[in-house]
């Protein structure tokens, strides 16, 4: 599966951005799909995942009530609505996938198949 990640830029603190990740490639292979971040100086965080009927949605608690992941299947994309940014916030941001039906702790943990490139998002306060 490739996954192209868009929408990242600067916002001011407060704002909101939509992230998009369009998958391409296997459909078994996108079952599950989410967002991490990597802020600088930092490791690499879970931020959401969502199971391919979008049943099951995950949120790292640091994010809960302020962002929301969606898919649509019909075009293998999947989005997060970012929503009150903070500086905090401020990370490249990378989609993952694998071929799980809903997304498990190995995936949240940074296991997933499938990889893309990031996209910044840059929080000024």
């Known amino acids: 599966v490739q996954l192209q990640a868009s929408g990242g830029g600067l916002v001011q603190a407060g704002g909101s951005l939509r992230l998009s990740c369009a998958a391409s490639g296997s459909v078994a292979d996108m079952n599950t799909m989410g967002w991490f971040r990597q802020a600088p100086g930092k490791e690499r965080e879970f931020v959401s995942s969502i199971s391919g009927n979008s049943g099951f949605r995950y949120y790292a608690d640091s994010v809960k009530g302020r962002f929301t992941i969606s898919r649509d299947n019909a075009k293998n994309t999947v989005y997060l609505q970012m929503n009150s940014l903070g500086p905090e916030d401020t990370a490249i941001y990378y989609c993952?996938?694998?071929?799980?039906?809903?997304?498990?702790?190995?995936?949240?943990?940074?296991?997933?198949?499938?990889w893309g490139q990031g996209t910044q998002v840059t929080v000024s306060s």
């Open positions: 993952a996938a694998d071929r799980n039906l809903i997304p498990t702790a190995t995936f949240r943990a940074g296991q997933g198949d499938s």
